[in-house]
């Protein structure tokens, strides 16, 4: 069975801070994805991210960057330069080949502080 | 946005009652999979058809089915509500059944009361 593990029930930063939010996962599957979802308090889902496991880089999107570490089972999101705006629940999902279905971890909420 | 659209935003109904929930995918993705978001079960997969038909079933209860339309349209009903359906539930889509992303809609949140 797969599994995510996030930590961090709840974190506050201030602004134009860099955070790192945690996640861990478990898999025998050697080929699987990794994604992350923010979730503002209106309620969408929102991709920001994604990390294959044979990408021999880590995925950026602007910023936003996935510090992947396979050995570890690590798939920690970084964003760089906090805003306000980014304060929201964020989530890291998994999906192993195969499988149609994601899960989920219980989410981290984030708070970004003026 | 995320091009997925789904209706109502918001739905009241009583126990015992039956709703349904409507989702259309993004433009060309033929995948739609439902999921329900709760504050004690957090976000749970509960079904994903593929071009019309069913490809993968999670937690989804008896009471709860879903179908694809030819248009790709999908909707999940909920039959003998019950007060622990009240959830957030989302549609996501994807062009296939791949790796690729899913793409969530806006989600319609379901109180039962």
């Known amino acids: 069975a797969q599994k995510i593990t996030q930590t961090q029930p709840g974190m506050f930063v201030q602004e134009k801070e860099a955070v790192t939010l945690d996640c861990t996962y478990d898999?025998?599957?050697?080929?699987?994805?990794l994604f992350w979802y923010k979730q503002p308090s209106s309620g969408e889902m929102i991709f920001l991210i994604y990390?294959?496991?044979?990408?021999?880089q880590n995925a950026t999107e602007g910023r936003y960057s996935l510090n992947f570490q396979k050995a570890r089972k690590s798939a920690n999101l970084v964003i760089s330069a906090s805003q306000l705006g980014d304060s929201a629940m964020y989530f890291c999902?998994?999906?192993?080949?195969?499988?149609?279905?994601?899960?989920f971890g219980q989410g981290t909420r984030l708070t970004i502080n003026p | 946005d995320s091009g997925v659209t789904q209706t109502p935003k918001h739905l009241i109904t009583a126990t015992g009652q039956r709703v349904t929930l409507r989702c259309s995918p993004r433009?060309?993705?033929?995948?739609v999979y439902w999921y329900q978001q709760s504050l004690d079960q957090g976000l749970q997969f509960l079904i994903q058809?593929?071009?019309?038909?069913?490809?993968a079933k999670g937690n989804i209860l008896e009471r709860f089915s879903a179908q694809q339309f030819p248009d790709l349209h999908s909707e999940l009903n909920l039959s003998s509500l019950e007060l622990g359906d009240s959830a957030l539930y989302f549609c996501?889509?994807?062009?296939?059944?791949?790796?690729?992303?899913?793409?969530f809609g806006p989600g319609t949140r379901l109180l039962v009361l």
């Open positions: 996501a889509s994807s062009y296939t059944s791949g790796r690729e992303t899913q793409y």
């Open positions: 898999t025998s599957d050697q080929s699987y994805g």
């Open positions: 990390q294959g496991s044979y990408d021999e």
């Open positions: 999902a998994m999906r192993v080949r195969g499988a149609q279905k994601l899960v």
């Open positions: 433009s060309g993705d033929l995948s």
């Open positions: 058809y593929y071009n019309g038909e069913e490809r």
